[in-house]
């Protein structure tokens, strides 16, 4: 069994709208330009992998968790989806609508209005009501723009945990990667 964490980080945050970076998880977590997300991800299972992307203003991130013998391939098809998103009108509907339903079963966090004051313009400072309000305003360039802003500013990290010891190949075909 093996684990990897890839980290895109900028240095100074994305000026985002309310639920953008929310649009944003969800539409990286529906395939690639090459795949939807029902074949995508069925291709991974099969596979024994299992990946998640997330993403906030200041960056992208995609973990995964795999078979020694597919841990090339867990990454091939995370950098397949970094970097040829499925930036659909479709794709940008489906993540609005998985936003209001989460908002709406959400429990109130007494925690918002310290959040919001203690971040204010920020985005950890938004609440649910915020998003809420602001949602049906994001549009699909938009969500390009604040992907292409944190893959143009960037820097990566990767951790990967594998069994190296025992597949002596297995750390040259990640870094062939």
Same mark, same amino acid.
């Given at each position: ?7 895109l ?10 639920g953008?970076a929310?649009?944003?998880s969800?539409?990286?977590n529906r395939?690639?330009?090459f795949?939807d997300?029902?074949?995508f991800?069925?291709n991974?299972?099969?596979?024994g ?8 203003e ?17 990454v091939?098809?995370a950098?397949?989806?970094l970097l040829?998103?499925?930036?659909t009108?479709e ?7 998985? #936003?209001?339903e ?6 109130k ?5 310290l959040?919001?004051?203690?971040f204010k313009?920020? $985005? $950890? ?8 309000k602001?949602i049906?305003?994001?549009r699909?360039?938009?969500?390009k723009?604040l992907?292409q802003y944190?893959?143009?500013n960037a820097?990566g990290?990767?951790? #990967?945990?594998a069994?190296f010891?025992?597949?002596t190949?297995?750390k ?6």
């Open positions: 069994m093996g684990v990897f964490d890839l980290s980080s900028t240095s100074i945050p994305a000026d985002v709208k309310p953008l929310n649009v944003l969800i539409m990286l395939g690639s330009a795949s997300e029902n074949k991800f069925t991974l299972e099969k596979q992998i299992s990946t998640n992307f997330a993403a906030d200041r960056g992208i991130s995609a973990s995964s968790t795999f078979l020694a013998a597919d841990g090339v391939n867990a091939k098809s950098k397949e989806v040829n998103p499925r930036f009108q794709n940008l509907d489906f993540a609005k609508k998985v #936003i209001k989460n908002i709406q079963n959400a429990s966090n007494s925690n918002e209005g959040l919001k004051e203690m313009g920020q $985005y $950890y400072g938004q609440t649910l009501d915020d998003i809420s602001n049906d305003n994001i699909l360039g938009e969500v723009v992907y944190i893959i143009n820097q990290d990767i951790a #990967i945990s069994p010891e025992k597949n190949n297995l040259q075909d990640f870094f062939k990667e």
